[in-house]
């Protein structure tokens, strides 16, 4: 079965600070990994997705990720939190066995504090 | 946004009476899915479209059932709404790829209160 965890319901951390996200997932096959953003009252926004190749991946505002294999991690990170970044963050899994079928974690509350 | 729109935005009904939520794109994505988000849950797989006329089940289908007469509108029904069903829907396109698996793009949701 394929499956998604992300560990931490709330994170908080100082503007300016680095953040972190943490997502661990489960699936059989090759893992397929994604991460979004949701604002409140708004749908999701696509940030980032490793498929294959080089594992660290950038994308949008500024966010990156690092795929690890042996950990079957995916954690999101940025070096410098905006308050802008306050949201809920999503990480999904999909893979060579599910296709275009995605499972998602329950989602990470960031909060940047001024 | 990705071109995709949702309409109702909200709805309030009563248990017992048939839903429909409509999902309209206009990006010519092979897929289509609906999610459901509730708290402590994410968001889980009601069903999903591989192209006109081909749907299959999701990880929480029981209660709903889903129609795509047409690449741009994939359709929600719960025939008989219920109280758990109260929850808030997302509709998500998805290109296919060359053996690779593309993201999704959402829509901005559905807020349904069955009563």
Same mark, same amino acid.
């Given at each position: ?5 992300? %560990? ?19 699936? #059989?096959?090759? %893992? !397929?990994?994604?991460?979004y953003v949701q604002y409140p009252n708004r749908g999701l926004q696509f940030l980032? =997705?490793? @498929? ?5 991946? =950038?994308? #949008? !505002? ?12 995916? &954690? ?8 802008s970044?306050s949201a809920l963050y999503f ?16 989602g ?5 504090? %001024? | 946004d990705a071109?995709i729109t949702q309409?109702?935005r909200h ?9 429909? *939520?409509?999902? &309209?794109?206009?990006?010519? &994505? ?5 999610y459901?988000q509730?708290?402590? &849950?994410?968001l +889980? *797989? @009601?069903? !999903? ?11 929480? #289908? ?5 129609? +795509?007469? =047409?690449?741009?509108?994939?359709? *929600? ?11 808030v829907y997302f509709c998500a @396109? ?11 793009f959402f829509g901005p949701g559905t807020r349904?209160?069955? *009563?």
């Amino acid at each position: 079965a394929q499956s998604v965890a992300q %560990p931490e319901d709330q994170v908080n951390v100082a503007e300016g600070n680095p953040l972190t996200v943490k997502c661990t997932y489960s699936v #059989s096959g090759n %893992p !397929y990994l994604f991460w979004y953003v949701q604002y409140p009252n708004r749908g999701l926004q696509f940030l980032l =997705k490793y @498929i294959t190749g080089d594992n660290l991946v =950038k994308g #949008s !505002y500024g966010f990156e990720a690092e795929f690890n294999k042996s950990q079957t991690s995916f &954690h999101l990170k940025k070096p410098s939190a905006l308050v802008s970044d306050s949201a809920l963050y999503f990480c999904a899994v999909s893979s060579s066995n599910t296709g275009n079928q995605f499972y998602f974690g329950t989602g990470t509350s960031l909060t940047v504090i %001024p | 946004d990705a071109g995709i729109t949702q309409s109702p935005r909200h709805k309030v009904t009563e248990t017992g009476t048939p839903v429909t *939520l409509r999902c &309209h794109q206009t990006e010519n &994505h092979r897929y289509m899915y609906w999610y459901r988000q509730d708290p402590g &849950h994410g968001l +889980r *797989l @009601i069903h !999903y479209s591989y192209g006109v006329k081909d749907t299959d089940k999701g990880e929480v #289908s029981d209660g709903y059932s889903v129609s +795509r007469s =047409k690449t741009e509108d994939f359709l *929600l029904t719960l025939e008989s709404a219920t109280s758990s069903q109260t929850s808030v829907y997302f509709c998500a @396109i998805g290109q296919a790829g060359q053996g690779d698996i593309n993201e999704q793009f959402f829509g901005p949701g559905t807020r349904l209160t069955v *009563l």
